[in-house]
């Protein structure tokens, strides 16, 4: 079993319902139990032009899935609910990313990590601390320590 932290966002369609039910959805992968969720904060969009905020939190679970497995399980999942992939960073119905997949780093086409932004990002550092404090990166950098390097973003816990 390896233990995984992701990401999820949403700015359309009501986005906390996106979020609520994507956790529902993620609590029926095969083989893979979710352990608990973050609480939920409304952040700034990141990217181009003019878009509602997000809302953001950060998912545990334990898979005995592989990770490129989970990807795919996860894109069912932003599928299912209305994910259009056409603009990089753009607005969306739901947004799925793996952060961490226990220690492991990983560099292929489709999936890298730990995910390769989530240090510049406090909608994301925030969530993940909350659930683990203490949480070490595979870097053996500490959670903490990126989130007093991490660039401030307005962020509020809704």
Known sequence: MERVFIGLGSNLAEPIQQLRHALASIAKIPQTELLRCSSFYRS??????????????????????????????????????GRERTVRWGARTLDLDILLFGPQRIDEPRLQVPHPRMAERNFVLLPLAELEPD??????????TLLQRCPPNRLEKI
């Open 135 to 144: 949480l070490q990166l595979p870097s053996g950098e500490s959670i903490q």
């Open 44 to 81: 700034a969009p990141v990217g181009p032009g003019d878009q509602p905020d997000y809302i953001n939190a950060v998912a545990e679970l334990e898979t005995e899935l592989a990770a490129l497995q989970l990807l795919e399980q996860l894109q069912r999942i932003e599928n299912a609910q």
